[in-house]
Structure formats: structure tokens, C-alpha cells
């Protein structure tokens, strides 16, 4: 769909700044996302091993401590979840020597949600997600929607928007390999591949798994269920398995960066809130292709046009805020009357950013009702609240709501 092969990571400047002065740095995202391509991009200053190569492996989990010392001083190692060994060790080499940039770690897990890793090198270590491409870097357009959406402000320019490339992005997704294809069936097959790999592979290196036919199943129904919310009470008897161990799958599935879990906003003074989570796979593409849905069917079908453009929408602002200077968190918003924001964006002042999508062309007035009732919720916390929608023009709706194009996430203010 794309012709070029290269890509701007635009979270290279986040990764130089922690190296200039952070001892590690962790970057992990989902495999074939690009990590191994933006670690290179640090240039020949940084040795190389991969830990997808056996003897590597071999040698770092027969002796981890000789393996870290014969290191150079700056070293990119990529896939270090193959071998949790290696990071005590890691820990005694930079408790020796706190000079910043000495390692760049690569994995396709998430360590976070391993304690003994993550405790091991607290202090000495900066974590980094590496999303797949957003469309701004596919396009190779800089962006700082993010920035000037919680400043109070929005593009006001019209922008010329193409439906048939909107859907083709969607049903493509952000990963570098299947948007070098040049038709839908050869994407799909990709995505089947990988996520069969990836199922078949990773999570079985990973852990011991009871029950490993149910990852597959369980991850089309959270495809099914993508941009809505989660009760996983009420998935379990669909496997005749218990609730424990559905959620145990549904971890899984979170620490290889299949899904992400939205938790919901609230404040605690309201209690009329619905607390429950949404779950989000975590690329556009893969969700189509575990759907298995054409460019017609989604356009027949707006229900999953919907939720799937939630879907794709989300995932682009998380792409965005992984290059943002601000810590951003994400949130979803409903309350017991039924009154619901998609996507709710926090910044560490506590200002917010509510965003709803829409699979239309046309606004409503009731497209904003939901945002109405998060500003009354929240008050000045508010900075913005948007619909993003299928229409051309950036309209201001009144204080503090506005409509944008969802093509304003890849043609906004350079960056």
C-alpha cells in the first residue's frame, strides 16, 4: 500500500534524551513492530546481539555474569526476554559503572508485569513502548496534535479527506511489513501468520500454558468485542474454564501486546460511574484480520465500522503520546445513565483530553451529549472535548468542544 520501506520513528528523541542520562534503557512493544530498526538508528557507537540467535542464547543463559562482562561498553540487546538471567547481572555491570547509555535492551513482552525484573533494576532503567507506525510517520509528517489539543487548541483548516484511503488504513494498520503489500488478502495473510507465530511461540516460551487452544478463540472474541467493554465473568463459559483463568489468558495476551486494557475515568466523589474496562487490540490491521472483514463489509456494517475506527482511532493517539515530552494516561468514561466518552486523556497536571469517534460524515447534535456530561463532571479539568468524525472541516462547537477530521491525526502541525 505504501511504497517506501524506511519510516521516522519519532520516538528516536525520547530514546536519545533517556540515554543521555539513564544507564538502560528498555524499549518493548509487540513483535515486528520496529525495534530492532529504531535501536539501530543509534548508529555504530552501539555493538549488537540478538537473543533470537541460538548461540547467543545459549551463551548468556549458560553464564549470564561472563556473558554481560564481555559486553562493550554500549551494546543494543535485542529479545532480552528470552533470558531473565541476564538482568541481575545487567544490574551488577551499571551498579559498577552508572555511566549513562550503557545499555539498549529490546523485548517483546511486557517486564512490567514481571516483578523480578522490573524490581532488579528500579533506578537504573527507563521503559520506552514502541507502538507500530503511526500514520503520521507512515506518511512521514510530524505532528503535535497532542500538544496543542491539551493546550486548548485544534487545527481550524479544512483538509481534503479520502474515504476509500481512511478504510484502506484502517484494514491495513501500523506494521511495517504488511503495509509494504499491495492487496488485502496478502495483509491478511500476514497477520495470520504473525499472530499464529506470536500465539504459537512467544506466549508458549513465556509461560506454562494449561490450555493453550483457548488463546486463539479467546483472542477473537476480544477482537469481537474490541472498543467495548470487558467482563470477563461473562466470557469464561464460553471455554468451561473459570474466571481465574480466563483472566490469567486475557494477561497473557496484554503482555505480548496483543490487547490493551482501557480502565475507566472516574472521580471518586461520583459514584453513578460505570467502572468496568474496554479492551483494545492493539493495531487496526490485526483486529480486520483476526475479524477477517473486507473494505465492504465494514462500510455495510457501521455497528463494527464503529468499533473498529475506535479501535484505530485510540491506537493512533497512543502512537502519539509514546513520542509526547508529557506522561499521558488513557481512559474511557461511562456512567450508570448511559452517558459515555470513548477515550479520555490525562496529563500529569491533571488536565484531560476527552475524545468521541464517529463513523459518519455528518455531525449530530447528540454526538456530544456524552462530552457534555464528562465537562460537568469535570469541570475546568477539561481542557478539549473532540468528535472525531468523517467530515473535512475542524469545527468549534462551542467552549471547549470542537469536531475534527480523523485525517487531522496524520496532516496536523509539524513536528
Same mark, same amino acid.
Given at each position: 500500500?505504501?511504497?517506501?520501506?524506511?519510516?521516522?520513528?519519532?520516538?528516536?528523541?525520547?530514546?536519545?534524551?533517556?540515554?543521555?542520562?539513564?544507564?538502560?534503557?528498555?524499549?518493548?512493544? +509487540?513483535?515486528?513492530?520496529?525495534?530492532?530498526?529504531?535501536?539501530?538508528?543509534? @548508529?555504530?557507537? =552501539?555493538?549488537?546481539?540478538?537473543?533470537?540467535?541460538?548461540?547467543?542464547?545459549?551463551?548468556?543463559?549458560?553464564?549470564? %555474569?561472563?556473558?554481560?562482562?564481555?559486553?562493550?561498553?554500549? #551494546?543494543?540487546?535485542?529479545?532480552?526476554?528470552?533470558?531473565?538471567?541476564?538482568?541481575?547481572?545487567?544490574?551488577?555491570?551499571?551498579?559498577?559503572?552508572?555511566?549513562?547509555?550503557?545499555?539498549?535492551?529490546?523485548?517483546?513482552?511486557?517486564?512490567?508485569?514481571?516483578?523480578?525484573?522490573?524490581?532488579?533494576? +528500579? @533506578?537504573?532503567?527507563?521503559?520506552?513502548?514502541?507502538?507500530?507506525?503511526?500514520?503520521?510517520? %507512515?506518511? /512521514?509528517?510530524?505532528?503535535?496534535?497532542?500538544?496543542?489539543?491539551?493546550?486548548?487548541?485544534?487545527?481550524?483548516?479544512?483538509?481534503?479527506?479520502?474515504?476509500?484511503?481512511?478504510?484502506?488504513?484502517?484494514?491495513?494498520?501500523?506494521?511495517?511489513?504488511?503495509?509494504?503489500?499491495?492487496?488485502? +488478502?496478502?495483509?491478511? +495473510?500476514?497477520?495470520?501468520?504473525?499472530?499464529?507465530?506470536?500465539?504459537?511461540?512467544?506466549?508458549?516460551?513465556?509461560?506454562?500454558?494449561?490450555?493453550?487452544?483457548?488463546?486463539?478463540?479467546?483472542?477473537?472474541?476480544?477482537?469481537?468485542?474490541?472498543?467495548?467493554?470487558?467482563?470477563?465473568?461473562?466470557?469464561?463459559?464460553?471455554?468451561?474454564?473459570?474466571?481465574?483463568? *480466563?483472566?490469567?489468558?486475557? &494477561?497473557?495476551?496484554?503482555?505480548?501486546?496483543?490487547?490493551?486494557?482501557?480502565?475507566?475515568? !472516574?472521580? $471518586?466523589?461520583?459514584?453513578?460511574?460505570?467502572?468496568?474496562?474496554?479492551? !483494545?487490540?492493539?493495531?487496526?490491521?490485526?483486529? #480486520?484480520?483476526?475479524?477477517?472483514?473486507?473494505?465492504?463489509?465494514?462500510?455495510? $456494517?457501521?455497528?463494527?465500522? @464503529?468499533?473498529?475506527?475506535?479501535?484505530?482511532?485510540?491506537?493512533?493517539? /497512543?502512537?502519539?503520546?509514546?513520542?509526547?515530552?508529557?506522561? %499521558?494516561?488513557?481512559?474511557?468514561? /461511562? &456512567?450508570?445513565?448511559?452517558?459515555?466518552?470513548?477515550?479520555?486523556?490525562?496529563?500529569?497536571?491533571?488536565?484531560?483530553?476527552?475524545?468521541?469517534?464517529?463513523?459518519?460524515?455528518?455531525?449530530?447534535?447528540?454526538?456530544?451529549?456524552?462530552?457534555?456530561?464528562?465537562?460537568?463532571? *469535570?469541570?475546568?479539568?477539561?481542557?478539549?472535548? %473532540? *468528535?472525531? =468524525?468523517?467530515?473535512?472541516?475542524?469545527?468549534?462547537?462551542?467552549?471547549?468542544? #470542537?469536531?475534527?477530521?480523523?485525517?487531522?491525526?496524520?496532516?496536523?502541525?509539524?513536528?
Amino acid at each position: 500500500m505504501f511504497a517506501s520501506t524506511t519510516y521516522p520513528r519519532f520516538i528516536l528523541n525520547n530514546l536519545t534524551t533517556a540515554l543521555a542520562d539513564t544507564p538502560i534503557v528498555l524499549i518493548h512493544g +509487540a513483535r515486528q513492530a520496529g525495534k530492532t530498526t529504531l535501536s539501530k538508528m543509534l @548508529g555504530d557507537d =552501539y555493538g549488537y546481539l540478538t537473543f533470537d540467535d541460538e548461540t547467543n542464547l545459549t551463551a548468556a543463559n549458560f553464564d549470564p %555474569i561472563g556473558f554481560v562482562h564481555r559486553l562493550p561498553q554500549k #551494546c543494543i540487546l535485542d529479545e532480552v526476554q528470552l533470558v531473565p538471567e541476564i538482568f541481575r547481572p545487567l544490574k551488577q555491570a551499571v551498579d559498577k559503572d552508572r555511566s549513562p547509555g550503557h545499555f539498549v535492551l529490546t523485548g517483546s513482552t511486557n517486564i512490567l508485569l514481571l516483578p523480578q525484573i522490573s524490581e532488579s533494576l +528500579a @533506578g537504573r532503567i527507563e521503559i520506552l513502548r514502541l507502538h507500530p507506525l503511526a500514520q503520521c510517520e %507512515i506518511q /512521514r509528517v510530524g505532528s503535535n496534535l497532542l500538544t496543542d489539543l491539551f493546550a486548548g487548541k485544534f487545527p481550524g483548516n479544512a483538509v481534503p479527506l479520502n474515504y476509500d484511503d481512511i478504510v484502506k488504513r484502517v484494514l491495513w494498520g501500523g506494521y511495517p511489513e504488511p503495509i509494504q503489500r499491495p492487496d488485502l +488478502a496478502r495483509v491478511r +495473510a500476514w497477520y495470520r501468520n504473525y499472530s499464529a507465530t506470536i500465539i504459537e511461540r512467544d506466549l508458549m516460551n513465556l509461560t506454562s500454558i494449561q490450555h493453550p487452544g483457548v488463546l486463539p478463540r479467546l483472542l477473537r472474541l476480544l477482537a469481537i468485542q474490541s472498543a467495548q467493554l470487558l467482563n470477563i465473568s461473562q466470557l469464561a463459559p464460553a471455554f468451561q474454564l473459570t474466571t481465574p483463568t *480466563v483472566r490469567h489468558y486475557t &494477561d497473557l495476551l496484554n503482555r505480548i501486546f496483543f490487547t490493551d486494557i482501557l480502565q475507566p475515568y !472516574h472521580k $471518586n466523589q461520583v459514584k453513578r460511574l460505570v467502572k468496568t474496562p474496554k479492551v !483494545h487490540l492493539t493495531d487496526s490491521g490485526l483486529l #480486520c484480520s483476526i475479524l477477517n472483514v473486507s473494505d465492504k463489509q465494514l462500510l455495510q $456494517n457501521p455497528t463494527l465500522f @464503529g468499533h473498529v475506527l475506535e479501535t484505530f482511532v485510540y491506537n493512533e493517539f /497512543r502512537r502519539h503520546a509514546s513520542w509526547s515530552a508529557e506522561s %499521558i494516561e488513557f481512559y474511557h468514561f /461511562r &456512567d450508570r445513565d448511559g452517558y459515555e466518552v470513548d477515550l479520555v486523556m490525562e496529563d500529569s497536571q491533571g488536565q484531560l483530553v476527552a475524545v468521541e469517534v464517529k463513523a459518519s460524515a455528518t455531525l449530530k447534535k447528540n454526538d456530544f451529549l456524552g462530552l457534555h456530561k464528562f465537562h460537568r463532571v *469535570v469541570g475546568d479539568q477539561l481542557r478539549l472535548g %473532540i *468528535v472525531m =468524525y468523517l467530515g473535512e472541516h475542524a469545527v468549534s462547537m462551542g467552549k471547549n468542544m #470542537c469536531a475534527l477530521p480523523i485525517n487531522s491525526l496524520w496532516q496536523g502541525s509539524d513536528k
